[in-house]
């Protein structure tokens, strides 16, 4: 059964369908083997309980302040920051690069949003500075892995929800983890910078052009501490955190003169369209979920992983593994909401810090954005830089290589991400 519904989803893929609708094709065809009756009872119900939960609420109010941090141009000052901070060292704008991801990681969580917006900016002075297309391109589409790992998440939200776990120690146990990945990804670049003997530019920043940088940016700094504070501290549930940062972020703007009426307008039309598009593969995929758990399918994966089940570090990588290969013909949402039920079981037997697994399962997923042949962001860096997407997917590899070491480190060593849930959750 399950083996149908595969491929009758990547069919309909392939014919160039909506995700949503393929998934709906491949649960008709998964509820034609257990019991044709349940299709008009049993898909409509759990097609709309899929999204029927309030901490849901959350995604499209996170979604709504990062678009209207980018109305605001608050997120134009944190590039101002970042340039400050690490522009005058040798592969200086890859620097920029990587850090201007760290911050925006902070206001929308989103990849694809992070690649689209600093591609566009920074792609071509990092031309400039002697940078190939492809590696700029390359690390663009890479730092912006950060996005959905830092908090705010998405993906972290959608994992909560599936596992009754705390959002606010997902949040936590992020923070960790993106900054490793920053580190990797501008280790990368310092060395590529050495090899290709790219010369510094600029002078080191005075003491007081940091501060007036940094005295700008700090409404926009301030708004993660909010979101991540708010929720830890048990003020404001994670649904009221995204609606208390929306709030900040449209009244910064008006205070400082930069929101207008068609501005706001335009954030929320944007918005209302990226979480319809969401919410309907959460909706198509949950009715597959709930359909591969009442034909007990987690459990028969369960049973296949028992030898190995007094090896956690085993079974975090065999699970990698498979949302891996997942993650590259499937859209990431989807992957999160169909793997996640099938892992947790798998995860619990061995004892695995449920926190800990939704950092690898995110990680896992996000790294999905930048591999062939369905890299979400590997096609928008391949956009604004104007690079074939043929010629991008190729030399892309690298980038893959350092987030998956991250990854493999994130799994040896899990007190890397619960450290801070621990101490501070």
């Not at 029927?52 to 709504?64: G, H, K, Q, V």
């Not at 920074?122 to 908090?151: D, N, Q």
């Not at 890299?375 to 998956?404: D, K, M, N, Q, Y």
């Amino acid at each position: 059964m399950t083996l149908t519904m595969l491929a009758v989803l990547l069919v309909h893929v392939l014919l160039g369908l909506p995700l949503f609708v393929s998934l709906l094709a491949a649960a008709v065809v998964g509820f034609m083997f257990v019991d044709p009756a349940m299709i008009p009872r049993m898909m409509p119900q759990q097609f709309f309980g899929g999204i029927n939960a309030f901490s849901l609420m959350a995604i499209p109010l996170f979604i709504l302040s990062g678009n209207l941090m980018n109305a605001t141009r608050l997120t134009d000052r944190l590039m101002v920051l970042a340039k400050l901070l690490v522009g005058h060292l040798r592969g200086g704008m890859g620097h920029v690069n990587v850090i201007s991801s760290v911050f925006f990681a902070g206001v929308n969580g989103s990849a694809v949003a992070d690649t689209s917006a600093l591609g566009s900016l920074l792609v071509p002075p990092m031309r400039k500075e002697g940078y190939s297309t492809a590696f700029a391109a390359g690390l663009t589409a890479g730092s912006s892995l950060i996005g959905p790992i830092i908090p705010p998440s998405i993906f972290m939200i959608l994992y909560a929800s599936l596992t009754n776990t705390s959002v606010g120690d997902l949040f936590l146990a992020g923070v960790i983890p993106g900054l490793l990945l920053g580190l990797a990804f501008m280790g990368m670049n310092a060395w590529y910078a050495w090899q290709k003997g790219l010369e510094k530019r600029g002078g080191l920043p005075t003491i007081q052009e940091v501060s007036w940088a940094a005295l700008g940016a700090l409404p926009a700094l301030v708004a993660p501490f909010i979101i991540v504070a708010g929720i830890v501290m048990g003020f404001v549930t994670p649904t009221e955190s995204g609606a208390l940062t929306a709030l900040y972020v449209a009244l910064c703007g008006m205070a400082q003169g930069n929101l207008h009426i068609a501005d706001f307008w335009k954030a929320i039309v944007d918005t209302t369209r990226l979480t319809s598009a969401i919410f309907l593969i959460m909706a198509a995929s949950a009715t597959i979920s709930w359909l591969l758990s009442y034909a007990q399918v987690p459990n028969q994966f369960v049973a296949l992983l028992t030898p190995y089940i007094e090896q956690p570090v085993v079974i975090l990588l065999l699970l990698s593994g498979i949302t891996f290969v997942t993650g590259m013909f499937m859209e990431e949402v989807s992957a999160l909401m169909l793997l996640t039920p099938i892992f947790s079981p798998v995860a619990i037997m061995a004892g695995i810090d449920p926190v800990h697994l939704g950092i690898i399962i995110t990680l896992n997923i996000t790294i999905a954005l930048i591999t062939p042949p369905m890299g979400a962001c590997v096609f928008v860096a391949a956009a604004v830089s104007r690079l074939e997407i043929v010629s991008l997917f190729r030399t892309i590899w690298p980038f893959v290589v350092t987030a998956t070491l991250v990854l493999l480190l994130l799994i040896l060593f899990p007190s890397l991400a619960l450290w801070l849930p621990t101490h501070i959750g």
